[in-house]
């Protein structure tokens, strides 16, 4: 999405951060409660040492999730303002800019 509707302006490639943040927290919160929702209905019989296991765990995949994608987002980002053209997708810039 940043190379289509964020490639405006390095200003506009920005927006593409807080976006992002934000359907990460909305995904966040629907595996939260979809977690509840399992842990009411089919794990009761467990032990609650496996919901808080599987709970921890999850947290830590959105956490590597969250930081992997702002992360990219933001060094692209950088990356228009220095240089003035958005890189590709998978890092790399145009020719002509190429030093």
Do not use: M
Not at 11 to 21: K, M, T
Not at 32 to 39: R, V
């Amino acid at each position: 999405l940043q190379q289509v509707f964020f490639a405006g302006s390095a200003n506009q490639s920005e927006l593409a951060v807080p976006i992002s943040a934000s359907c990460l927290l909305l995904l966040c919160w629907l595996a939260e409660k979809a977690g509840q929702y399992l842990y009411k209905a089919d794990l009761k019989e467990l032990d609650d040492g496996i919901f808080e296991l599987w709970e921890e765990q999850t947290h830590e995949a959105e956490n590597d999730i969250a930081a992997l994608c702002l992360s990219f987002l933001i060094c692209q980002s950088l990356r228009y303002h220095t240089s003035g053209q958005l890189p590709d997708p998978e890092g790399n810039e145009p020719p002509a800019t190429r030093a």
